[in-house]
């Protein structure tokens, strides 16, 4: 007995044809990004080719020695793990919380964490600057990271809401009844069993702060505190193209992100579907 709808060839062929024009489309940036950062900058302008060659390493040399991008790195290493571990903190105190207390007002809660997230980022930096520049917090990297996670935190709580949710919670019960205060039942059942959405939120919070340009370019002024988005854009100038270090600095930025993915992807794809389970 067939359990499998039969899908005509025709429409098979059309799904192959879109799927392949979708990852051409969203590969080529990519391919062409590290095609042009090992190209020898002698040919970069005037031998355009889809192929790659002649390869050389010379711009990332270039990059690592004659710009502060070592600097930028460290500054956006330093932004970006301070953000994960406080939206960490937060949104799985505040999610579990809403989800297992009796607390009033808590659909209100939620809906207004996500609409926090829902302004965007500019509107959201022009006024905290402001309020950073009066208590004095103004070109520092902890009035970066504190913008970072008012877009990061409600993204965590709205994720791990949902995810807690679909927790049974008749598990955490037992582990009470056993002798555990709610606290360590949430240290030794809630927290392993939601690793999965835990890591989700600590990707998309990772990913949200190593690639933001809009906070950086706001908040911060000196050379020394800025982070690689912006680093790399005053690399530009009016009368110079440096296309090769800046393919290289953009595939450098992108590689802790592949690798970061590729380690993490069945928790962050299951994180992502548990909370489209209702119960």
Same mark, same amino acid.
């Given at each position: 007995?067939?359990?499998?709808? @039969?899908?005509? !060839?025709?429409?098979?062929? #059309?799904?192959?044809?879109?799927?392949?024009?979708?990852?051409?489309?969203?590969? &080529?940036?990519?391919?062409?990004?590290?095609?042009?950062?090992?190209?020898?900058?002698?040919?970069?302008?005037?031998?355009?080719? !889809?192929?790659?060659?002649?390869?050389?390493?010379?711009?990332?040399?270039?990059?690592?020695?004659?710009?502060?991008?070592?600097?930028?790195?460290?500054?956006?290493?330093?932004?970006?793990?301070?953000?994960?571990?406080?939206?960490?903190?937060?949104?799985?105190?505040?999610?579990? #919380?809403?989800?297992?207390?009796h607390l009033r007002g808590k659909t209100a809660i939620i809906g207004s964490m996500l609409l926090a997230y829902m302004f965007p980022p500019l509107l959201v930096a022009i006024p905290l600057y402001t309020i950073f520049a009066q208590i004095g917090l103004a070109n520092t990297h902890f009035a970066l990271i504190l913008s970072h996670c008012t877009i990061t935190l409600p993204l965590g709580v709205w994720l791990l809401w949902g995810f807690f949710k679909q927790l049974p919670i008749d598990v955490e019960q037992a582990a009470m009844v056993d002798g555990c205060s709610r606290l360590? #039942?949430?240290?030794?059942?809630?927290?392993?069993?939601?690793?999965?959405?835990?890591?989700?939120?600590?990707?998309?919070? &990772?990913?949200?702060?190593?690639?933001?340009?809009?906070?950086?370019?706001?908040?911060? *002024?000196? *050379? *020394?505190?800025?982070?690689?988005?912006?680093?790399? @854009?005053?690399?530009?100038?009016?009368?110079?193209?440096?296309?090769?270090?800046?393919?290289?600095?953009?595939?450098?930025?992108?590689?802790?992100?592949?690798?970061? &993915?590729?380690?993490?992807?069945?928790? &962050?794809?299951?994180?992502?579907?548990?909370?489209?389970?209702?119960?």
């Amino acid at each position: 007995m067939k359990t499998e709808l @039969e899908v005509p !060839l025709s429409s098979r062929l #059309a799904l192959y044809v879109a799927m392949a024009v979708t990852l051409i489309y969203s590969f &080529f940036p990519v391919y062409w990004m590290l095609v042009t950062s090992v190209r020898d900058p002698k040919v970069l302008y005037n031998q355009v080719s !889809l192929i790659p060659g002649p390869f050389s390493l010379e711009s990332y040399e270039t990059l690592l020695a004659a710009t502060d991008y070592p600097t930028w790195f460290t500054n956006s290493v330093l932004v970006a793990s301070v953000t994960v571990v406080i939206t960490l903190i937060f949104s799985v105190l505040i999610a579990y #919380a809403v989800t297992r207390l009796h607390l009033r007002g808590k659909t209100a809660i939620i809906g207004s964490m996500l609409l926090a997230y829902m302004f965007p980022p500019l509107l959201v930096a022009i006024p905290l600057y402001t309020i950073f520049a009066q208590i004095g917090l103004a070109n520092t990297h902890f009035a970066l990271i504190l913008s970072h996670c008012t877009i990061t935190l409600p993204l965590g709580v709205w994720l791990l809401w949902g995810f807690f949710k679909q927790l049974p919670i008749d598990v955490e019960q037992a582990a009470m009844v056993d002798g555990c205060s709610r606290l360590g #039942a949430f240290f030794r059942v809630v927290l392993p069993l939601s690793l999965p959405g835990v890591t989700t939120v600590a990707i998309f919070s &990772f990913l949200l702060s190593w690639t933001d340009y809009t906070f950086a370019l706001v908040m911060i *002024d000196s *050379d *020394d505190q800025k982070t690689l988005p912006v680093g790399l @854009e005053t690399m530009t100038g009016q009368y110079e193209l440096r296309d090769g270090e800046l393919m290289a600095g953009s595939t450098l930025i992108a590689l802790p992100l592949l690798v970061l &993915f590729i380690f993490l992807n069945r928790y &962050f794809i299951h994180g992502l579907a548990a909370g489209a389970v209702k119960r």
